[in-house]
């Protein structure tokens, strides 16, 4: 034992004898924290309007520490919890305090190191502060050659200096096993495509300017004709364009911007804008030499002899960033693309025909498939067919996805007669006993899938069935998504293995259940915030989506950006005009994902409806126009009831059961002193004076068994009376729970 003490460092044995154990710090006592937690709910207290039993809300004592101010600056916070009325002021301090972000100092604030929030990170140890001795030293190598040159004798002495790690990295710590990252500062503009484009074709830039203008996603990319060459389709669409002619400018930048604004604004007449563009303009063939900031040089329309292409692309692979890489490699010998964007770079180069730079990065991929690359890289290919690499992919994913279990598994039962495998392991057993062609298998795996389709499997079961053609499997998970994506695994983080293409197929399927329009919207919001955090384990709460997709830049919406524009078909496939709570809309508005013109046409959509006596004269399809709701019966009572209101008329959904056990299920108008309409529901609804509406409706009910019952697409006119006021019942005589019952609905033009 004296042995084992000598051994022990004196620093070692001092703190073990010297620790530190702070103190719990003492909560903060109500009365210091009331002003605080006053001023903070005052604008939502304030914004949240008329209270039901009208009480005016509590307001903090005035105090001398305490002052409450009855009037305050543009740039305050609203402290004052009263009902905002018709207060425009007040109503913009209060909106502007709920929405005002952190800024720097505060976020440095809130995470910088102090006891409270870094006591409990490990609970069975004291919290210690960092002090220098903590951090890490490196250790430097003098280089041999030091001692010849002069001045170098002190440090030839000793060949080696401690250096002190700096106390808060600014980054990541570059590892030495993997190619150093390129350093970007936080502040640095993000390149534009533009300016991609122009570090790419740099060196053929000349005294005589770009002579090809090609007009492609929403872009002029000036173009020199000898580079066009290598590009098929370019070329082809070069000798079909007419002959260069010279191009107009405008006399100065306020000119151009004057006409630019007189040409969008719809208030001035076809004439007035053809006048303002004559006396704006200048023709390109003045005389006289121009220097550099001379208009026609930096005016849209400058003046050259050019020759002006078209090309239309509307694939999402190809953003204006891989457009402009593509372009830009026309001016190179050698590739020179970034593995980042060498999938969307494929796809503009296949656009354009660049048979080398296709070539190019088609061995680029092959050199860097990897666990991060293999599913983009493998789409890209498939659909550009670059067969060598997508051979490749699918070979590495089965080297990478089959587990030595999974495998092991399928040998040994080559030697039982009944099948005898985990249900943790049934798709890998089913992708090894494909690998070496065991039919019974296979058969027995799928019989067990079948049985056991959850939230927490069918993604798994399903890309596992698809890949290896069970395609019984594959259609029982389909009709279990169409019955509970939005209602079960919408709240699960299982969500994020849905795949894009197959979440797209079942939210264009007629026989989706949809318990009202927003779960469509806000379903696809969280698997989109999953695929941009991968590294998430828990499920999002809704304020922490909203946070995160509000935190990103104003500069257009996110489906406008170049990364996601591919996730716009996905949400055509919401039926906005379905969402009419105020809240609902605001919330979208607040994550900035849809692009502002379709909620604005949202908006005039529904007060044109309101204006029109309810009718939804932009919808013509039932089928994707329709406003979808519907609830569902799991157990006794079999009853349920829900108030569908739209456009000032308001339905009652109902599911009853009747004395010989049959289900009734049918919907009716309710009056406007209805007693089933609630306060909250009657408080901001409108209510139409319309004595009768036609209304296009569809019931529809469907069970797990694949079992359905439809009333098909009625026209009826739905009136205020009990006999004209009821739509036609569906019975449903077999009950096997869950039911899953829809009602889709639409107001055609009166």
């Known amino acids: 034992m004296a042995e084992v003490s000598r051994n022990v460092p004196p620093q070692l044995s001092r703190m073990s004898t010297t620790s530190y154990f702070p103190t719990i710090p003492r909560g903060v006592p109500k009365a210091a924290i009331s002003y605080s937690q006053s001023v903070n709910e005052a604008p939502y207290t304030a914004l949240m309007g008329v209270i039901v039993d009208g009480r005016y809300p509590e307001r903090h004592a005035v105090t001398p ?11 305050n916070r609203w402290r004052l919890p009263d009902s905002l009325g018709s207060d425009l002021l007040g109503s913009r301090q209060a909106i502007k305090s709920i929405n005002m972000p952190y800024n720097s100092n505060m976020i440095n604030i ?4 102090n006891p409270q929030s870094s006591l409990h990170l490990e609970a069975d140890r004291p919290y210690v502060f960092h002090q ?32 002190r790690a700096p106390s808060r990295l600014r980054g990541p710590t570059p590892s030495t096993s993997g190619p150093i990252r390129k350093f970007i500062p936080a502040n640095a503009r993000p390149a534009t495509p533009k300016d991609i ?7 053929s830039q000349s005294f005589i300017g770009p002579d090809v203008v090609l007009k492609c996603l929403g872009m002029d990319w000036e173009l020199h004709r000898p580079y066009l ?15 260069p002619h010279m191009q107009k400018y405008y006399r100065n930048p306020a000119s151009e911007t004057l006409d630019t604004y007189i040409k969008k604004n719809n208030v001035y007449s076809n004439e007035y804008k053809d006048i303002s563009n004559r006396l704006s303009m200048v023709e390109g063939d003045e005389e006289g030499p121009k220097k550099l900031d001379h208009p026609a040089h930096t005016s849209e329309k400058r003046i050259s002899s050019v020759t002006m292409i078209k090309l239309d692309i509307k694939d999402p692979l190809i953003t204006k960033t891989a457009m402009a890489v593509a372009l830009g490699n026309l001016y190179h010998d050698e590739l020179d693309v970034d593995l980042e964007d060498v999938a969307n770079v494929l796809a503009a180069s296949s656009q354009i025909g660049y048979k080398a730079l296709q070539n190019g990065c088609a061995r680029l991929m092959l050199n860097n498939i990897s666990y991060k690359t293999v599913c983009r890289y493998h789409h890209a290919c498939t659909k550009y067919q670059q067969e060598e690499v997508v051979k490749a992919c699918e070979r590495w994913l089965e080297l990478n996805l089959l587990p030595e279990v999974a ?17 943790e392991d049934v798709a890998n057993v089913l992708a090894a006993s494909s690998q070496i062609g065991y039919k019974a298998l296979q058969n027995g795996c799928a019989r067990l899938m079948l049985n ?5 499997t069918v993604c798994r079961y399903h890309h596992a069935c698809t890949k290896y053609q069970q395609e019984e499997v594959v259609k029982a998970c389909e009709r279990w998504l169409e019955l509970n994506l939005l209602p079960e695994l919408s709240n699960q983080i299982y969500l994020r293995e849905i795949s894009m293409e197959l979440l797209q197929k079942i939210l264009k399927s007629n026989r989706l259940y949809v318990p009202n329009e927003y779960t469509v919207y806000r379903t696809l919001s969280y698997w989109l915030f999953l695929q941009l955090n991968s590294s998430i384990q828990l499920m999002p709460s809704h304020s922490t989506v909203l946070s995160y997709f509000n935190s990103l830049p104003k500069t257009g919406s996110f489906l406008e950006r170049d990364d996601g524009q591919i996730y716009g078909p996905l949400f055509s496939a919401v039926r906005l ?7 609902q809309i605001r919330d979208m508005q607040l994550m900035n994902i849809l692009p502002q013109s379709q909620l604005i046409d949202l908006l005039t959509q529904h007060y044109h409806a309101l204006q029109g006596g309810g009718d939804m004269s932009a919808l013509k399809h039932f089928n994707t126009g329709a406003i979808r709701q519907g609830f569902i019966i799991d157990e006794e009572p079999h009853y349920h009831s829900e108030v569908l209101s739209i456009h000032g008329f308001h339905f009652e959904l109902k599911a009853a059961r009747n004395a010989i056990g049959q289900l009734s299920i049918y919907m009716q108008r309710l009056k406007p002193g209805d007693p089933i309409l609630s306060f909250r529901q009657c408080e901001r609804h409108t209510f139409s004076i319309r004595t009768d509406r036609e209304v296009r409706y569809c019931i529809m009910v469907q069970d797990s068994v694949d079992d359905l019952k439809t009333t098909g697409i009625v026209s009826q006119k739905f009136g205020l009376g009990e006999k004209v006021g009821k739509s036609e019942i569906l019975q449903q005589d077999k009950i096997r729970t869950p039911l899953y019952i829809s009602f889709s609905l639409l107001f055609p033009a009166s």
């Not at 030091?146 to 080696?160: H, I, N, Q």
């Not at 495998?407 to 249900?423: F, I, Q, R, S």
């Not at 056991?452 to 927490?456: D, E, R, T, V």
């Open 65 to 75: 520490r305490c002052r409450v101010r009855k009037q305050v600056g543009g740039t």
């Open 110 to 113: 809130i995470t910088a190191e």
């Open 132 to 163: 220098v001795v903590d951090r890490p030293v490196t250790v430097s190598q003098v280089p041999s050659t030091a001692s010849s040159k002069p001045g170098f004798g002190l440090l030839s002495r000793e060949s080696t200096v401690l250096v």
């Open 197 to 203: 484009f122009l570090y790419h074709s740099k060196k």
């Open 229 to 243: 060459q290598k590009s098929e389709v370019l070329s082809q669409l070069l000798k079909q364009a007419g002959e």
């Open 407 to 423: 495998m092991a598994v399928a040998l040994g039962n080559l030697y039982h007669d009944e099948l005898d495998v985990d249900l």
């Open 452 to 456: 056991n389709i959850s939230y927490k």
């Open 577 to 583: 005009q379905g969402v009419t709570d105020t809240n």
